[in-house]
């Protein structure tokens, strides 16, 4: 496959705590990173990227793809993969994944690949960043696809549908990138804290799924947990997403306890929360060493 140039999307990876598992036990190992990296090399080149095997360093990978959602989604197989093998030692094999859209450069050198080698720096195994570049132009393809599928399913029911405006979609679409940058970085503040994403995952469901839906449904009349209601991201992401006029069916209107407004602001403080946290944390402990 020819490489891209122009905008790419660079794709960096990197084993964790690799030095020290080849000190331990260096056949072992070797056996360890010929399995990684034909998952690795697989994951990429079946999602049309392309490796650039010259650049790597050690145990790591450095790729470039056409499009970010192609990177993201060769960086879900990898990890699928890497956890479903049967590792020769047991012990899992842990990678960072960094991703970050930009000029590919000479020889793909440049401020854009120094920025992505950056990006994987912070990550920790297991998890995959992105910039919010890379981040951005994922979530129009989502958009996309969305709209395209909404397309279809009312064209196939006989529905009558109409395009919003174009200034309800920016609205629209500025509301999307808030919260998706609030739930990446609520993610990130507690894998970095924990150093594990899968406390991130595991503490984001239950949260979800317990914390706000159980407080929502069961006591959202209740005088002191509406109260608590007005301050959780979830509610107030609801309250933005209820000012659009986008119905399908007869779907029943919710009573929102808090305001759009509101609920902006309310968003843009996790967000400064949630980030100014992860980077306290990041460089207290894990650059600080303390």
Do not use: C
């Amino acid at each position: 496959m020819l490489r891209p140039t122009g905008t790419v999307t660079f794709f960096f990876t990197d084993i964790e705590g690799s030095t020290r598992r080849w000190e331990a036990d260096a056949s072992t190992m070797r056996r360890v990173i010929t399995r990684h990296d034909a998952i690795l090399t697989a994951g990429i080149e079946g999602n049309r990227g392309v490796a650039l095997t010259e650049r790597g360093e050690g145990d790591s990978f450095f790729a470039v793809f056409v499009s970010a959602p192609d990177a993201v989604a060769a960086a879900l197989d990898i990890q699928r993969a890497l956890k479903a093998e049967p590792w020769p030692d047991a012990t899992p094999v842990l990678v960072r994944v960094a991703i970050h859209t930009g000029q590919a450069g000479d020889d793909y050198r440049g401020p854009d690949t120094n920025r992505a080698a950056r990006i994987r720096a912070i990550g920790h195994g297991g998890q995959v960043l992105l910039s919010h570049t890379s981040q951005a132009l994922v979530s129009l393809a989502l958009m996309g696809v969305t709209a395209l599928a909404s397309f279809v399913v009312v064209t196939i029911d006989s529905s009558s549908s109409s395009w919003p405006s174009w200034e309800v979609t920016l609205k629209a679409f500025g509301a999307l990138v808030l919260q998706l940058a609030v739930w990446t970085s609520l993610g990130a503040f507690v894998g970095i804290a924990f150093r594990s994403a899968a406390a991130a995952i595991g503490g984001g469901l239950v949260y979800l799924f317990v914390v706000e839906a159980l407080l929502g449904s069961l006591f959202r009349t209740t005088p002191v947990v509406k109260e608590i209601l007005k301050f959780l991201p979830g509610v107030n992401a609801d309250a933005i997403n209820a000012t659009f006029p986008v119905t399908i069916g007869e779907s029943g209107a919710t009573t929102q306890v808090v305001g759009a407004g509101r609920g902006v602001v309310t968003l843009l403080l996790y967000l400064a929360i949630f980030t100014i946290g992860s980077l306290l944390i990041f460089r207290e402990r894990d650059v600080g060493g303390s």
